[in-house]
């Protein structure tokens, strides 16, 4: 029987390649209805859907769900990003996003952008224009030139601007996947 993270990929792999589906274990159910995959959680109704008629497929995602941090993961690996705000019924929408080659992207909370900033802090220090982490604002992917807390929010410096994010918010940023290169 497929676990509920392979449940959720396979559910999220299907819709990208716009097939049907029809999977279950004894959590979670993925199944397609009138051109749209559902993900449906037996103790909590529809958690995730997508139709399969737009080029690339939004999928909208309950945020209440326990399911909800698995699904977000799954949704990054796949350059799937949160666009907008939480709708009436609590559903976040996701939408592909091109990422620049040589770099993973993360939907997390700011708290794990701000345990990566210190992985990567020493090669800012050396100066010139740090590439490792980036950040999206307004459409667009900057490097982040410094980070840091202070009363519960995270400031977040780029070469155009700072952005405060409260700590438990999330946030969208990329990592190099090869640390290595380019240095």
């Not at 199944?31 to 999928?59: D, W």
Request: charged share 20%.
């Amino acid at each position: 029987m497929l676990s509920n993270l392979e449940l959720i990929r396979e559910f999220v792999d299907k819709t990208i390649h716009k097939k049907d589906i029809l999977l279950s274990n004894s959590t979670l159910t993925a199944q397609t209805v009138y051109k749209t995959n559902q993900l449906t959680a037996k103790s909590q109704g529809v958690i995730a859907t997508a139709q399969l008629h737009n080029t690339f497929p939004e999928f909208l995602v309950q945020t209440k769900s326990s399911h909800w941090e698995s699904m977000n993961q799954t949704l990054a690996e796949y350059s799937y990003l949160i666009k907008g705000e939480l709708d009436n019924r609590g559903f976040y929408r996701y939408q592909y996003c091109e990422v620049p080659k040589g770099y993973q992207m993360h939907c997390t909370k700011s708290v794990l952008l701000w345990r990566a900033w210190w992985k990567y802090r020493k090669n800012v220090l050396r100066g010139g224009i740090p590439l490792d982490l980036l950040i999206q604002n307004r459409d667009s992917w900057y490097p982040i030139r410094d980070l840091t807390i202070s009363d519960g929010l995270l400031y977040i410096k780029t070469l155009g601007s700072e952005i405060a994010i409260h700590s438990e918010d999330l946030v969208i940023w990329l990592s190099k996947t090869d640390v290595n290169s380019h240095q």
